[in-house]
């Protein structure tokens, strides 16, 4: 009987060449005297490829269209993307379902498209980071073919399989993310596998050798053809409880109407971390990054994922800072705080492709481009490292679907009307006020939402007060101050309730960071002895306030609502 958990071509010119780029970049760990890695002084870009840019006209993103946006990338100021899979996948889940991890979806371009972005993309500084599935397959793998085909096969170890109870039922009451039972039954073999989220994502069984050899031999292929590092999706579900507990059930219901449940058996076991360590080795000989998907609910849990001796994600992500959905100082001030003494280097997100965008969530509906600045103006002078969204630069806000059938994401088939899914924020980035937002002349795969006509980047670009400026000087000022690269964090001010501030320092220089959040006009003082810094002067780097003196005494400023106002102080 199988059980679930049981241990069990290029040229050779090209492959030369491509293992001297991997090792180049394997040397190009420290970027300063001081140790400080490339990642640390970079901003990242989430690209979602299905929505960036149409390049053949087939309504859906490609490879070849990220790379005719390069330039525009390098002068926004990014220094490495994300690219959302793009590998062979039914596209049960938009990519997230793999079927072949070494290869294009053919919707996306080629190996050689790839390899030309790549190319491109390095020319111009620009680093590519790979979205790395690991928790489960599509059911299309051909790994998952041949584990279902019988119980002695090949790969029959390789997933999660259960022999059916004696009552007939699934081994556990365990759900799947996106609703119902996490087991389906297989009649061929007569038993049920495991999956955590939809019955087309089979889990892999990482309790055995090979998986995990295999999956580690994936990211070396990548590293070789010059990926950059790797963003891991779902880390927290990799592992199970060996004896398929059942989870506590908790009071309520879910938004598919199942029982609310303790995760306890099915997510964040401890065995996650040592594959973590372990994948890090292998990233370390490549002089590489990882970036987790880390859902984590307070700060011990975060603290993890960077690994008792840093040994484990560079950069896990700190969706906690997401979850203040409000312009509320003394929450945004506790987040920061705590992430900030956690003992690794914070990363930031105010979106992503499974996140309501910023603009709508912070947005009041009348101030929507000022608060963006504003939200600009915190995540990217933080101390760490911040992952922009695309689109998050103009403003681009969600387009939700408004009746089920335009739903294309399957969590809102499933999930409506109280869950809409997640098409809203993924709509196609917005070029021009052209038809389709210059994303495509075929009828784009999601439609673009009406504020594209002034939200998009050739109008904003004419405009010195657009949202889109805006990011570029910040970005501009960001990549050349040292204190806004390497300085420690220092709040300031933490009793008031409508102006976050905080200091960063860096050795003799300083520089002073103020965001109003509040809708009303604020006159704020700081007293900055205590922090070594004794001057009455200080000069203005970037404001949202075009009457803001470019001098100003620190212990008198006034704020506008929304404003931004940074500055360097003097000694």
Known sequence: MRKSFLLSSTSTIVSFLLLLLSCAVAQERAVDAEGHQWWQHAVFYEIY?????????????????????????????????????????????????????????????????FDRLTKEANRRGIRIIMDFVMNHTSDQHKWFIDSKSSRTSAHGNWYIWHDVTRSGQPPNNWLSTFGGSAWKFDPRTGQYYYHYFYPEQPDLNWRNSAVENAMFDVTRWWYKRGVAGFRLDAVDTLFEDPDLRDNPVLPGKNKYGDPNMDEKYNKKLPEVHDV???????????????????????????????????????????????????????????????????????????????????????????????????????????????????????????????????????????????????????????????????????????????????????TELKDPNSVLQFYQRLLALRHQNRVLLDGEYIALNENNPNVVSYLRRYKNDAVLVVLNMSGTEQQVSFDLKPQGFSSQKATTLLTTDSQQAKEINPSQLPLKPFAVYVATISK
């Open 276 to 458: 973590l360590r372990e994948l890090r080795k292998v990233a370390d000989q490549h002089g590489a990054v990882l970036i987790g998907e880390t859902w984590t609910k307070n700060i011990d849990e975060l603290k993890q994922y960077y690994g008792e001796h840093s040994n484990e994600l560079q950069m896990p992500m700190d969706f906690m800072f997401t979850r203040v959905d409000k312009l509320s100082p003394p929450e945004f001030r506790k987040q920061i705080a705590v992430v900030d003494s956690a003992g690794g280097w914070p990363v930031y997100v105010i979106s992503n492709h499974d996140i309501v965008r910023s603009y709508n969530r912070y947005g009041d509906g009348q101030h929507n481009d000022a608060i963006a600045k504003l939200m600009a103006g915190l995540y990217l002078t933080l101390r760490g490292t911040p992952i922009m969204y695309y689109g998050e630069e103009i403003g681009m806000e969600n387009n939700d679907p408004k009746r089920k059938q335009d739903v294309k994401d399957p969590i809102g088939k499933l999930g409506w009307p109280e869950e809409k899914g997640r098409d809203g924020e993924r709509t196609p980035m917005q070029w021009d006020e052209g038809p389709n937002a210059g994303f495509s002349q075929a009828t784009p795969w999601l439609p673009v939402p009406p504020s594209y006509k002034t939200h998009n980047v050739a």
């Open 49 to 113: 490829p299905r929505s960036f840019a149409d390049n053949n006209n087939d309504g859906i993103g490609d490879l070849n269209g990220i790379a005719s946006k390069l330039d525009y990338l390098k002068r926004l100021g990014v220094d490495a993307i994300w690219i959302t899979p793009c590998f062979p996948s039914p596209q049960v889940d938009f990519g997230y379902d793999v079927s072949d991890y070494e290869n294009i979806d053919p919707i996306y371009g080629t190996l050689q498209d």
